[in-house]
């Protein structure tokens, strides 16, 4: 069957990497078939009007892939499919957490031994999620990240653009939506804008008798804006009185009244929640309540279990493994939950 490309000038993918993503969708959709010849690197650099360099890297990358093989004197054809080769995942996480481990077992203990991965961190940096996928495109079989980064408009658009060089299906994105990219990449994702509200709602009844919800979270929370206000709108919508604060003090802690840690992993709010509690003689659970945002298996066993609310992280990992193993990248949005302990 002839073979159809279309370079498109314009593209910020560069036209080498064009000729590579058109070749292996016309493998998957089965436009092209196992042992079916390719053009001559010169038939194919004058019919798209490049040049032979052009063509001569593409071909090489697909057959260090195991897209292509060639023959000497013959020339390039589709590759045989090799069942017994491991995919090659990147798992781009912004930084690691006990939140990152429970994501990674599951997606590792899903995916078994048909996937080499390897991770990377970006640290909420622009310039190394840059680095990493300039540097490893032509490595990977598919790129799981988390796009955790700055919210401003201009870092947005950064990381748009960057995110346009890995091939669509190539691509799962992690724990947060990005609703300006667009196509049939993968994504596992919560909604940071609803989940908290819908959390609380599990517990709407309990929690308008008492005082107060006591909301502990930091500006510096890179999606506080969207959690206060899903915090507010509950507590509007239940009439429940809220107070949101930066940090934990004694004055602020006090009986029958409930608080929810919305800050990280290292759970220092939630050690001086109980220390100045303590000090009153005040027994999480009995006098008064505690819920953390994101559950980990360490929250099961303080305080004789934790109550949490949470995005379910093994699914997040489970899932996005599934969609490489299928092939069949798609949209989801995760379970979100309150998990009841002894802490109310």
């Given amino acids: 069957m002839p073979l159809n490309l279309n370079i498109v000038e314009q593209s910020i993918v560069p036209p080498f990497r064009q000729i590579i993503n058109q070749i292996e969708e016309s493998i998957r959709n089965g436009s092209l078939k196992s042992g079916e010849m390719l053009p001559s690197m010169s038939e194919m650099a004058e019919s798209l009007g490049l040049s032979k360099e052009t063509v001569k890297k593409s071909y090489l990358i697909l057959r260090d892939q195991g897209v292509i093989n060639s023959t000497r004197g013959v020339g390039y054809f589709i590759a045989s499919p090799d069942s017994n080769r491991k995919k090659r995942v990147m798992l781009l996480f912004d930084r690691l957490s006990i939140v990152k481990e429970v994501i990674f077992d599951s997606f590792a ?3 078994g031994e048909q996937a080499e991965i390897n991770i990377y961190l970006h640290n909420q940096q622009v310039e190394l999620l840059d680095y990493y996928v300039r540097k490893y495109l032509d490595s990977y079989d598919w790129f799981v990240i988390t796009p955790h980064f700055p919210l401003d408009s201009k870092t947005q658009r950064q990381v748009l653009t960057i995110l346009r060089r890995i091939p669509i299906r190539k691509l ?25 509200a819908l959390g609380l709602s599990m517990a709407a009844e309990e929690l308008r008798p008492l005082r107060k ?11 506080h804006a969207y959690a206060c206000q899903s915090i507010s709108d509950f507590c509007k919508a239940n009439k429940i009185s809220c107070v949101f604060h930066s940090n934990v003090s004694p004055r602020i802690v006090h009986a029958g009244e409930v608080y929810l840690i919305v800050n990280g992993q290292l759970d220092m709010d939630l050690i001086n929640l109980v220390r100045a509690a303590r000090a ?10 505690i819920i953390a945002y994101n559950d980990s298996p360490i929250r099961e066993i303080v305080l004789d279990g934790l109550t949490t609310i949470s995005t379910d992280f093994e699914q997040m990992g489970r899932l996005a493994a599934e969609m490489i193993l299928d092939n069949t990248p798609r949209k989801v949005k995760c379970d979100f939950r309150m998990i009841r302990r002894g802490t109310f």
């Fill in 213 to 223: 919800l006591n909301v502990i979270i930091s500006q510096s929370s890179l999606y």
């Fill in 172 to 196: 799962i994105i992690l724990d947060h939506k990005l609703d300006n990219l667009v196509g049939n990449y993968g994504t596992v994702y919560q909604d940071y804008a609803t989940d908290a």
């Fill in 280 to 289: 009153k003689n005040l027994k999480p659970g009995k006098d008064f309540r």
């Fill in 109 to 111: 203990s899903t995916i």
